[in-house]
């Protein structure tokens, strides 16, 4: 039983010879363009070399078919795989904190609130409470500290934690 294979084997290196001259090829592995697979796109080279030793018949019977008896053997498209690498939003603009401090002056200057709100950065509650009370002993008025304290109570209010001062806004 041991010569079959072998002689499957000899069979299957002639063919993959004949294959190699025919379509231009320096190594086998470029032969796996040229052989379909029933999942989709070209034979893995890995696949080529296993089936090579292991089912050498059916590898012959495969190149003959798509190449060495094909008028002009097509390379096939790869399978089509699902998307990977980069994540990152392409339209999302990284600016330096020097770049926010300007554009955040910029906004104040012009008096845009709503700027301001997103370009200043978002404050702790804890800090928002330590500016409010100095604002108030100092007798200051500071509407934008007011508000990062009202989203800084929100934002814990969505995180679940329970303040007890929820019926004061």
């Given at each position: 039983?041991?010569?079959?294979?072998?002689?499957?084997?000899?069979?299957?290196?002639?063919?993959?010879?004949?294959?190699?001259?025919?379509?231009?090829?320096?190594?086998?592995?470029?032969?796996?363009?040229?052989?379909?697979?029933?999942?989709?796109?070209?034979?893995?080279?890995?696949?080529?070399?296993?089936?090579?030793?292991?089912?050498?018949?059916?590898?012959?019977?495969?190149?003959?078919?798509?190449?060495?008896?094909?008028?002009?053997?097509?390379?096939?498209?790869?399978?089509?795989?699902?998307?990977?690498?980069?994540?990152?939003?392409?339209?999302?603009?990284?600016?330096?904190?020097?770049?926010?401090?300007?554009?955040?002056?910029?906004?104040?200057?012009?008096?845009?609130?709503?700027?301001?709100?997103?370009?200043?950065?978002?404050?702790?509650?804890?800090?928002?409470?330590?500016?409010?009370?100095?604002?108030i002993r100092q007798n200051?008025?500071?509407?934008?500290?007011?508000?990062?304290?009202?989203?800084?109570?929100?934002?814990?209010?969505?995180?679940?934690?329970?303040?007890?001062?929820?019926?004061?806004?």
């Amino acid at each position: 039983m041991e010569t079959k294979p072998a002689k499957g084997l000899k069979e299957a290196e002639e063919v993959i010879a004949r294959a190699i001259r025919k379509i231009g090829a320096r190594k086998e592995n470029e032969l796996c363009k040229y052989l379909p697979m029933k999942s989709g796109g070209y034979m893995h080279h890995f696949t080529l070399r296993k089936m090579k030793y292991k089912q050498p018949q059916d590898l012959a019977a495969i190149i003959e078919r798509f190449v060495v008896n094909a008028d002009r053997p097509i390379v096939i498209a790869p399978k089509q795989r699902a998307a990977r690498g980069s994540r990152k939003r392409k339209d999302h603009m990284n600016f330096t904190r020097i770049q926010l401090e300007r554009m955040l002056n910029i906004a104040r200057l012009a008096g845009d609130k709503e700027i301001i709100t997103i370009l200043s950065p978002k404050k702790s509650l804890a800090s928002c409470k330590r500016e409010l009370i100095q604002a108030i002993r100092q007798n200051r008025l500071d509407p934008e500290l007011w508000n990062s304290y009202v989203e800084a109570i929100h934002a814990q209010q969505i995180l679940g934690g329970d303040l007890g001062t929820s019926s004061t806004l």
